[in-house]
């Protein structure tokens, strides 16, 4: 059974950094583009960014890049979302997500949730000024 187990998250102050991690099994793991949605409250969800499990290239989207970091160890199949300088607006609940599509789209508005398999449990990100 294709898995996400998600943890991390919980409340931090402005400017202080959280770190989440996804870790994946039942799935062939290499062949993923792995990614990071948030949904924050009254507003669309979107992707955060992504990392290419094979080649470990990543994207971001403009509101948190030169904030966030994406990595991930693939020897475990877990993936990180380190969160730095983080800011109210980043108050959200966060989902690893795996897209078997092998690479990940270079830029990141060519990846569409509609390509998602697999989705982790709700994170809760809370950070207060």
């Known amino acids: 059974q294709a898995q996400l187990v998600g943890s991390g998250g919980g409340a931090a102050q402005a400017g202080g950094s959280l770190r989440l991690s996804c870790a994946a099994s039942g799935f062939f793991y290499i062949s993923a583009c792995m990614a990071w949605f948030r949904q924050a409250p009254g507003k669309e969800r979107e992707v955060v960014g992504t990392?290419?499990?094979?080649?470990?290239?990543?994207t971001y989207a403009d509101a948190v890049k030169g904030r966030f970091t994406i990595s991930q160890d693939r020897a475990k199949q877990t993936v990180y979302l380190l969160m730095d300088s983080l800011e109210v607006e980043d108050t959200a609940t966060y989902y690893c997500?795996?897209?078997?599509?092998?690479?990940?789209?270079?830029?990141?508005?060519?990846?569409?949730?509609?390509?998602?398999?697999?989705w982790g449990q709700g994170i809760q990100v809370t950070v207060s000024s």
């Open positions: 997500a795996a897209a078997l599509v092998g690479r990940c789209p270079a830029v990141i508005a060519d990846f569409r949730a509609t390509a998602v398999n697999y």
């Open positions: 990392i290419s499990a094979q080649n470990q290239r990543t």
